[in-house]
């Protein structure tokens, strides 16, 4: 299936790739997690991002996880991340996943050689006129150092070059711009957990959340809340899954998230290098919020 900006909304899931014990991608483990989010009401899956590890697989591998996802997913969407930093290694990831089956990509800002924002604007049109599959733009600058501005965004939705977003920034002035100059024309979808329920009661029709791996459920009852105008029920539901949110990202994702994972009865294996299992330190605060979960039930 391809999707359009109107398809885009609730929840998808960011999900990690979970690993064997000799760092081998189990394929099993991944469908596993995919029919759990799906089950749990996710609209769809987003494998291979930066909580997929992305940078640490082979092309073989990305495309593997693709097909495996679409596979397991049974018809709904999987968009799976595109962090390539060239054009043509991009395309190339795009037309392998375009022929495992994917709904769209997500890819991600070209960044290390950035242009200006008219070569950002040039450069996902020619993405999009070379690949026969819909993309959503990924903006994360904390990790890339670039942003494409809210008129870029709006120029961008205008070309046909992208159906939507994923917006992962703190910057809220920003992000009311891009709402306003291009929410009515793409599905922007908030992708900072701490946010997220403000995002979605100001325009975005949902998110790609990587915390959702463990807990969709009560992320699906924050947008539900959240897109009904109903913030401070939102926000107070949202309360119960902070010290989650909070332990997971001390250190680079997904390490903290594959092991509060295993922490919670859902074990996918370690990380791959340059990153590493987390620290004493970080261990110590996902121990905490795991038994608070657990002492409130979350799911």
């Not at 960011?14 to 081998?24: E, K």
């Not at 070309?159 to 994923?166: P, R, T, Y």
């Not at 009661?201 to 809340?225: C, D, H, M, N, Q």
């Not at 340059?274 to 004493?280: A, E, M, Q, R, V």
């Amino acid at each position: 299936m391809t999707l359009t900006h109107d398809q885009l909304s609730g929840l998808y899931t960011a999900i990690v790739t979970p690993l064997t014990g000799d760092g081998a991608v189990d394929v099993k483990a991944l469908h596993r997690l995919v029919r759990f989010q799906l089950d749990a009401g996710a609209s769809g899956i987003v494998p291979i991002g930066g909580t997929g590890e992305y940078p640490a697989l082979s092309r073989d591998e990305r495309r593997k996880i693709v097909a495996a996802c679409v596979e397991a997913a049974d018809g709904k969407p999987v968009i799976p991340g595109v962090l390539s930093t060239g054009f043509e290694d991009a395309l190339e990831a795009g037309r392998d996943f375009a022929a495992a089956g994917a709904a769209a990509v997500m890819t991600v800002t070209p960044y290390y050689a950035p242009g200006t924002q008219d070569g950002m604007r040039a450069y996902f049109r020619h993405y999009r006129d070379a690949l026969d599959l819909p993309v959503m733009l990924y903006q994360i600058p904390r990790r890339t150092t670039v942003a494409a501005f809210a008129d870029t965004v709006q120029a961008m939705a205008e070309d046909g070059s992208i159906i939507g977003m994923k917006y992962s920034s703190y910057d809220m002035p920003d992000f009311i711009r891009t709402v306003k100059y291009a929410g009515d024309k793409i599905a922007i979808l908030s992708g900072e957990e701490p946010l997220f329920a403000t995002h979605v009661a100001l325009g975005a029709r949902g998110g790609v959340l990587a915390s959702a791996t463990i807990y969709p459920k009560i992320w699906i009852e924050i947008f539900e809340l959240a897109s009904q105008g109903k913030l401070k029920e939102a926000l107070k539901l949202q309360d119960k899954v902070d010290p989650v949110v909070d332990s997971i990202y001390v250190e680079t994702n997904p390490g903290p998230l594959k092991e509060y994972m295993a922490l919670a009865g859902m074990p996918v294996g370690g990380v791959r290098l340059p990153l590493t299992g987390p620290s004493d330190q970080t261990m110590a605060k996902l121990k905490v919020a795991a038994a608070q979960a657990k002492a409130i039930s979350l799911a």
